[in-house]
């Protein structure tokens, strides 16, 4: 009997439309935005207190790095906007001034960003920095960067050493950007 009930209770709920299936639509797909951030790790540069002593007060010196991670077509078209984070941690006896530069492949300058940076006193110095990039800043900045330029200039003397161990400014910089996937 209790068999016979349920088999009635089934055809009863099929036949009477009370179904719980809808139509499906896969055209939802052509909608669909897939959107994610992008974390990445740029550049990480080291200079010590005794390169600092040895270079010219008040003149840069500097180092290229090529760079064409955002070159490549599939990043280069999907990259919408974004922010580069930099770091900078100074343990030297030296106030030091940084500029970063991002450059095309013709060694035109596209992008800086400058930075004056303390001398370390009983602690480290850390300066941190985030630089925004909207989708305009995006399409002429970062998908163009060919080379990033490091230039340090040395604002204190030549001859005073940190207390600190191992003195050196460690300067780090990373990007997060949204990219459109589809």
Do not use: H
Not at 26 to 49: G, M, R, T
């Amino acid at each position: 009997m209790k068999r016979i009930l349920k088999i009635v209770m089934i055809l009863a709920l099929m036949t009477s439309g009370l179904s719980c299936v809808e139509r499906q639509d896969f055209d939802q797909y052509q909608d669909l935005d897939i959107i994610p951030k992008v974390p990445a790790s740029l550049l990480y540069y080291e200079v010590s207190e005794t390169a600092l002593n040895n270079a010219p007060i008040g003149v840069p010196f500097s180092e290229d790095y090529n760079f064409d991670a955002f070159n490549e077509d599939f990043i280069a078209d999907r990259i919408i906007e974004g922010s580069i984070a930099y770091e900078i941690v100074n343990t030297t006896s030296k106030p030091v001034d940084i500029v970063v530069t991002f450059l095309d492949e013709n060694d035109r300058e596209l992008d800086f960003t400058d930075f004056s940076v303390a001398a370390a006193t009983s602690e480290p110095f850390v300066l941190e920095k985030t630089v925004a990039y909207n989708q305009a800043d995006t399409q002429r900045v970062v998908k163009n960067i060919s080379s990033i330029r490091i230039r340090v200039i040395n604002r204190g003397d030549n001859t005073s050493q940190s207390s600190l161990k191992d003195p050196k400014v460690i300067f780090k910089s990373s990007a997060e950007f949204k990219v459109r996937l589809k």
